[in-house]
T-cell receptor, first 111, second 113 residues
Framework: DAKTTQPNSMESNEEEPVHLPCNHSTISGTDYIHWYRQLPSQGPEYVIH???SNVNNRMASLAIAEDRKSSTLILHRATLRDAAVYYC????????????FGKGTKLTVNP | DSGVTQTPKHLITATGQRVTLRCSPRSGDLSVYWYQQSLDQGLQFLIQYYNGEERAKGNILERFSAQQFPDLHSELNLSSLELGDSALYFC????????????FGPGTRLTVT
């Protein structure tokens, strides 16, 4: 499993964009990059995933570096509900289906 | 609401006891995953079942076992409980195979005293 490095914590103001970085320098060529988040007192929640190209969905955008050794989750306008721990998870296509969670980044959103 | 249900929500028991945690996956999902979240170990994968069969095993202790029934609900059995087994236990489900997104339940908080 590829190792990931994320900041322990980040802070943002409400309605401002947030860029959450993740380093995954040992990622293999077939690993997708998944992001999950865990709101307080809840189970993890899928956010987005991608392989090489940048991806957008209703929750967030995912920007993947050209060498795939890092990625950035972008929340375009943070809300108080986005306060959570965000996990970046490289996940091999066709390999084990388990998710390997690191320590993640705790995002605080200030009103 | 992810559509995955877990019962009970909270469980308090004594060391040496045995408990059963239950998970009902989303309608149509064949795969069930169990994860443990503790303060010192973080979120760790325990075991996966797919359509009634064990598919993958992670850091699951021998005192722990699981099964998936024909109606696809799953149970995680924890026996000879120790203080260190106190944790949140999450169940997740998806279609299995190459389905990437896992849907997590609200968890069961187990406290061993």
């Amino acid at each position: 499993d590829a190792k990931t490095t994320q900041p322990n914590s980040m802070e943002s103001n409400e309605e401002e964009p947030v860029h959450l970085p993740c380093n995954h320098s040992t990622i293999s060529g077939t690993d997708y990059i998944h992001w999950y988040r865990q709101l307080p007192s809840q189970g993890p929640e899928y956010v987005i995933h991608g392989l090489t190209s940048n991806v957008n969905n209703r929750m967030a955008s995912l920007a993947i570096a050209e060498d795939r050794k890092s990625s950035t989750l972008i929340l375009h306008r943070a809300t108080l509900r986005d306060a959570a721990v965000y996990y970046c998870i490289p996940h091999a296509q066709g390999g084990s289906e388990k998710l390997v969670f690191g320590k993640g980044t705790k995002l605080t959103v200030n009103p | 609401d992810s559509g995955v249900t877990q019962t009970p929500k909270h469980l308090i028991t004594a060391t040496g006891q045995r408990v059963t945690l239950r998970c009902s996956p989303r309608s149509g999902d064949l795969s069930v995953y169990w994860y443990q979240q503790s303060l010192d170990q973080g979120l760790q994968f325990l075991i996966q079942y797919y359509n009634g069969e064990e598919r993958a095993k992670g850091n699951i202790l021998e005192r722990f076992s699981a099964q998936q029934f024909p109606d696809l609900h799953s149970e995680l059995n924890l026996s000879s409980l120790e203080l260190g087994d106190s944790a949140l236990y999450f169940c997740a489900s998806n279609r299995g195979g190459r389905a990437y997104e896992q849907y997590f339940g609200p968890g069961t908080r187990l406290t061993v005293t």
